[in-house]
């Protein structure tokens, strides 16, 4: 299984990215995490296999989209209206379900992160 998340840079806030996972790991239900400098890891935004169910945290809420084109084996983060407490290095991962997964512990597989800094 492999994943590989890309799309990150630095933005200004206000700003938009939109982070891309792709990979022969992009099945079944993903979600995509985030780590800020001394901070946990964070599950912001997940979605379930075929796409129709998706949850997102309260802090990315209204902001960041997900979604996915089971096809071509890619998952998709929409960040808008971006902050500087949105820094954080951003991972895809995937379970090995295909209900939308809330729990970190329901991820069984994790791609390369990519680094997304937002500047005030």
């Known amino acids: 299984v492999q994943l590989q998340a890309s799309g990150g840079g630095l933005v200004q806030a206000g700003g938009s990215l939109r982070l891309s996972c792709a990979g022969s790991?992009?099945?079944?239900?993903m979600g995509w995490f985030r780590q800020a400098p001394g901070k946990e890891r964070e599950l912001i935004a997940s979605?379930?296999?075929?796409?129709?169910?998706?949850r997102y945290a309260d802090s990315v809420s209204g902001r960041f989209t997900i979604s996915r084109d089971n096809d071509n084996n890619m998952l998709w983060l929409q960040m808008n209206s971006l902050k500087p407490e949105d820094t954080a290095v951003y991972y895809c991962?995937?379970?090995?379900?295909?209900?939308?997964?809330?729990?970190?512990?329901?991820?069984?597989?994790w791609g390369r992160g990519t680094q997304v800094t937002v500047s005030s």
């Open positions: 991962a995937a379970t090995r379900g295909v209900n939308v997964a809330t729990r970190e512990s329901e991820y069984a597989n």
């Open positions: 790991g992009v099945t079944l239900a």
């Open positions: 979605i379930s296999w075929t796409g129709t169910t998706k």
